[in-house]
Each structure stands twice: as structure tokens, then as C-alpha cells.
């Protein structure tokens, strides 16, 4: 009898015990690739399945994306990579674009000191030296287990068969129709009105990649293709030259690592400001149990907002390239410091943004980003954004040698205190200087839970980014929700400035608007743009994987 007694309560708490949400996305047994498009996801998953690892992956989907989804994806662009090996080893790659040689932290202004429309947004003149080609091939380099040309041949056949437009695809085409033909003229292969439905080939591009499987990265970065590239966007009255292309490399960064409750969160450093500011995000909210509040509850959002107003506020001011000024990561990322910025936080009313500026310490940008995570059949993960800056970049497409190239240039900041497309104000650690990189907001990112392997995650969506990535792992790790059912779910965004909260068009009631209204909360009304579009994986307790491939995009987990 009194063993019963015993066990009855053991069963009890074991039982209400919070179990991992059932899968509700694509479950694999062994490895998986989840990105924007359905046949970038398809070519480094038979990477894999061919014995290539979650690298070589990379490789072959990045440069998929460049085919396949060419609104984001590309040669012409740049971005980060996070990664875990299967014995825990971390580190991550940076290959953003960077200032070319001739820019100076005026180049933006006119003669009055005002920033001239247009000029680091669209066209030649908003060009940065791309850095994708440089990343990928470093990356093969280090820690590939394929020879390149096996990982590169059904990329360059997918260029020459061509790719089928979608609908959201033949969409987004149409509505930036007339920005490329006035860049490019009428004459571009962007200057065709495609249809869902349509083949797009891709034969220039296939050129392009032939060369770069020829000759690594130099193929792109030297000789022909690097001469071709400089004298295009000069002719078109753009700053970047062939010595600009030639002295580009990556280069091998250590992630922002931080615990958050029995999480361990592994995300990119500057000049990333990813994994900075999702840091400071959690751990103001850590010591508040946003489980009990409830899903997208007014207290949950008031909370997360909050620490998300704060964040933001040191990201514009303090970060910028670590080659370049100095951040005072460990005053930022400090528990004491953290506990001083929450300190005037009250769920009785916000505090305005006018009343919080950058933390007392003696410190923009792209929504049109695409990200992809890959985890392999060794247990090797990788979390990697990559983005021409807006949609189609810059709008300058490069005919001869079949891709887009970036708009990068607007992430600097033209001119401190002044926003930039995304409505993110920069700072003079964001000033505009000589091969240096622009601060940026892409936050692949990779979590452990017990020293295991337990989410990889990432998203596009420029200054929405950060809060994207943060609600998708709060909402699998404290609500309980699958990781599609936690990609799939409605987010809301602040960045300090504007001054406002913007929730997705569906999933929030207007009661729970009307109530933080009340508590004096602006909101934007009207249309409200995505938030992200998250790719994200979870390993299960049984070690399978589960895909969260958002429902936003043409998004695709495909794996075996």
C-alpha cells in the first residue's frame, strides 16, 4: 500500500511533465534540407543522400538558391553561416559583401549633406563586392568531404533545364516588372512578363558556375567573369573594380554562444547584429516565466517587446564591422547590464522609445533575404542567410553573366541618424569606410538543449529578422508548439524605432490589440507586411528530424 502511495505521485509528475510537442512538418530519419525553394532543398539533400555531408550541402543549396530563387538567392550577394559539428564543435563564416576601395562615409550625400534618393538602393551606385562565391568555396574548402564538381553538376543542370515559376514567384516578378526593366532596359531576359507555369533557363548562369568549377573561387573573383562583372557595373556608373573583386575573402568568425534556461544558443557575431541582439532579448526575458503568460497572450507580447525595444536601441547605436570599431560586447552582453536596461519595465505601461536610448556604455536593413538550414546524417548542422539586401537586389541584373547583384551599400548608415529602407536608424559605428562590412540583421542560429543537437533555425526579414528567429524558438521550446506549428505561427515585431508594434494581417484578435492599446501601446494599422519566412529544423527525442518549412513561401523541407 505505501508503495502505491509512492508511485502514485512519481506518476503524476511524470506525467504532467511537459512532453515535446508531436511533429506536425515532414519527420526524416536522417538528415534534411528545409529553404525557400523546393528544388535548392531537393539537390542538397541527394548531397547527402550521395555521402556528402551538411557542408557540402551547403554548397550545393546556396548555389541552388542562385537558380532557383533569384529574388534572394544568389551569386551577387553575401551572408552568414552558423555551424555544429556532430562532436559539438562550433564556429560560423562570414561573407558579406563589403564597401568597395573608392567608397567614403559620404558617398550617399549631396553637396548639402543630404542622401540622395535612390543612390544606395537601386542600381550600379548601390552595388557592395559580393561575397557568396568567396563563402562557399571556403567553406568546401575547410570542411567539404566531395569533390566540388559532384557537388556543382546538378546545380549548373538545373540552370541549363530551367526552373518552373510559381506562383508566388510570377508574383513577386510582376510587381518588380517595371524597377528592373527601368535599371536594365527592355532588352534584359527580366524584361519577359513570366507566368506561373513558365520554364525560366538560366544558360549565362550556367556559364558562370562552369567557371567557378573550374577554376574555385578565383574563377569568379579573377579573370574573365571578375572582368566582365567590374567593367558592367562601371559602365553602369557603380564603384566596384577588379582589384575590389580580387581582394575579397570570408572570413571565419566565432559565434555569440549564451545560455537561455537550460537552452545553449549558438548564433552569428558581428557584423551580424543577429546574435548580439537576440542575446540581449532573452536574457532580459529569462527570469520571467513567458510560459505561463501563454502564446502571443498581451502579457507574453508586452514582455517580449519590451526587451525587443532595448535590444534594438543598442544594436543601431553600438555594432557595427569588429574590424572596424571596437564593441563593447562585454558590457552589452553582461547580466548586470541587462538587469539595469529591464529595470524601468512595467506591465502596467510601455516605456516610450524617446526614453530609451543606448545603454550608457564609454556604440540596418534587408527584408528580401532567404535563409536554409541543413542538418546531416552524422549530426552535423548548418544555420546560413544569405541576401542580395532587397528584393532582386538592386534591380541590376548582370545578362552576360546571368544573376543579380546586391543593394547592400543602403545597410551602412548613409548618414548617422538617418533610416534606411527598413526604417532602421544607424550610428557612426555603421559609417560607410573602405572594404568594410555592413552591419546586418541576418541571425542563423543553432540551439542545444541537454549538450544535444536540438533546433537550427533562420529566417529572411531584414529588421524583423531577430524577433522572428526568437518568437520561433520561444514557441517551440516555451509553448509547446511543433516547429512547423511554431514556423506557421502569427509574429509580431519592435525595433525601437518606429515606435510601434506590428503583428502579421491574421492570428492576433483585435481584443488582444485593443488591450494593449488600453496599456498605451501604438500599433500600426493598415497593411502589415510578412514577418520572416522561417526554415527551420528540430531533432526529436528519438533523433529524427522535423521540418519547419514556412507556409508563407514556396518554402520546402525535403529530406530521407
Same mark, same amino acid.
Not at 546556396?62 to 552558423?82: D, S
Not at 582589384?243 to 575573402?249: A, F, G, N
Not at 498581451?298 to 569588429?322: H, M, S
Given at each position: 500500500?505505501?508503495?502505491?502511495? %509512492? /508511485?502514485?505521485?512519481?506518476? /503524476? ?86 564597401? =568597395? ?46 569533390? $566540388? ?10 540552370? +541549363? ?119 540581449? $532579448? ?16 498581451? +502579457?507574453? $507580447? ?42 524601468? %519595465? ?72 538617418? =533610416?534606411?529602407? %527598413? ?66 505561427? =502569427? ?11 506590428? %503583428? ?57
Amino acid at each position: 500500500m505505501r508503495r502505491i502511495i %509512492f /508511485l502514485t505521485p512519481l506518476i /503524476l509528475f511524470l506525467h504532467c511533465k511537459k512532453q515535446p510537442a508531436a511533429p506536425t512538418g515532414l519527420v526524416t530519419e536522417k538528415a534534411m534540407v528545409v529553404s525557400a525553394r523546393e528544388e535548392a532543398s531537393r539537390i542538397g539533400s541527394q548531397i547527402m543522400q550521395n555521402g556528402g555531408n551538411a557542408f557540402d550541402a551547403m554548397v550545393a543549396t546556396e548555389l541552388a538558391l542562385a537558380v532557383a530563387y533569384p529574388f534572394a538567392g544568389n551569386l551577387g550577394g553575401g551572408g552568414f553561416m552558423v555551424y555544429r559539428k556532430e562532436n559539438g564543435d562550433i564556429g560560423g563564416i562570414d561573407y558579406r559583401e563589403k564597401a =568597395p576601395l573608392s567608397a567614403h562615409k559620404d558617398m550617399y550625400l549631396d553637396s548639402l549633406g543630404n542622401v540622395i534618393p535612390d543612390m544606395s538602393t537601386v542600381g550600379a551606385t548601390a552595388v557592395g563586392v559580393p561575397g557568396t562565391v568567396a563563402g562557399v568555396m571556403e567553406v568546401h574548402k575547410k570542411m567539404g568531404s566531395l569533390p $566540388i564538381s559532384e557537388i556543382m553538376k546538378p546545380v549548373i543542370a538545373l540552370a +541549363k533545364k530551367g526552373v518552373i515559376v510559381t506562383e508566388k514567384q510570377a508574383k513577386r516578378l510582376e510587381s518588380y516588372h517595371e524597377r528592373i526593366v527601368q535599371v536594365n532596359g527592355d532588352s534584359t531576359k527580366f524584361a519577359h512578363h513570366f507566368q506561373a507555369g513558365d520554364t525560366i533557363k538560366y544558360p549565362k548562369l550556367a556559364n558562370t558556375l562552369q567557371k567557378i568549377l573550374d577554376e574555385g573561387k578565383n574563377g569568379f573573383y579573377k579573370g574573365e567573369v571578375a572582368e566582365k562583372l567590374a567593367a558592367f557595373i562601371q559602365e553602369k556608373g557603380g564603384f566596384v573594380t577588379v582589384e575590389d573583386l580580387e581582394k575579397y575573402e570570408a572570413k571565419w568568425r566565432q559565434p555569440i554562444v549564451f545560455k537561455y534556461k537550460d537552452l545553449r544558443i549558438i548564433s552569428m557575431s558581428p557584423p551580424s547584429s543577429g546574435g548580439v541582439t537576440i542575446n540581449q $532579448i532573452f536574457k532580459m526575458i529569462e527570469s520571467h516565466d513567458i510560459a505561463k503568460y501563454g502564446h502571443n497572450s498581451v +502579457k507574453a $507580447i508586452q514582455l517580449f517587446t519590451e526587451a525587443a525595444r532595448r535590444a534594438y536601441a543598442d544594436r543601431n547605436y553600438f555594432l557595427g564591422d569588429p574590424d572596424f570599431v571596437d564593441i563593447p560586447l562585454d558590457v552589452l552582453l553582461s547580466g548586470s547590464y541587462l538587469t539595469q536596461r529591464m529595470e524601468t %519595465f512595467s506591465f502596467e505601461k510601455p516605456t516610450p522609445s524617446s526614453e530609451v536610448s543606448h545603454g550608457t556604455v564609454e556604440i540596418i536593413e534587408s527584408d528580401e533575404t532567404t535563409h536554409y538550414s541543413i542538418v546531416d546524417t552524422h549530426g552535423n548542422a548548418v544555420s546560413a542567410t544569405t541576401t542580395l539586401n532587397g528584393g532582386y537586389g538592386s534591380k541590376l541584373y548582370c545578362d552576360e553573366l546571368g544573376f543579380f547583384l546586391n543593394n547592400e551599400m543602403d545597410d551602412f548608415s548613409a548618414k548617422p541618424g538617418v =533610416p534606411n529602407m %527598413f526604417g532602421l536608424i544607424g550610428a557612426e559605428a555603421n559609417n560607410i569606410a573602405p572594404e568594410k562590412r555592413m552591419l546586418s540583421s541576418m541571425t542563423p542560429t543553432i540551439v542545444e538543449k541537454d549538450g544535444k543537437l536540438y533546433m537550427v533555425v533562420g529566417t529572411p526579414g531584414g529588421s524583423t529578422i531577430i524577433t522572428a528567429v526568437a518568437q520561433t524558438i520561444l514557441n517551440v521550446y516555451e509553448f509547446d508548439l511543433s516547429m512547423q506549428d511554431a514556423v506557421n505561427a =502569427p509574429r509580431f515585431h519592435h525595433q525601437w524605432l518606429p515606435d510601434l508594434i506590428s %503583428f502579421e494581417e491574421e492570428g492576433f484578435s483585435q481584443e488582444t490589440k485593443s488591450q494593449l492599446k488600453n496599456i498605451g501601446y501604438e500599433i500600426h494599422e493598415g497593411r502589415n507586411r510578412i514577418i520572416g519566412k522561417v526554415d527551420a529544423i528540430r531533432v526529436l527525442p528519438d533523433g529524427k528530424l522535423e521540418g519547419g518549412a514556412d507556409k508563407r513561401g514556396d518554402d520546402t523541407a525535403v529530406g530521407f
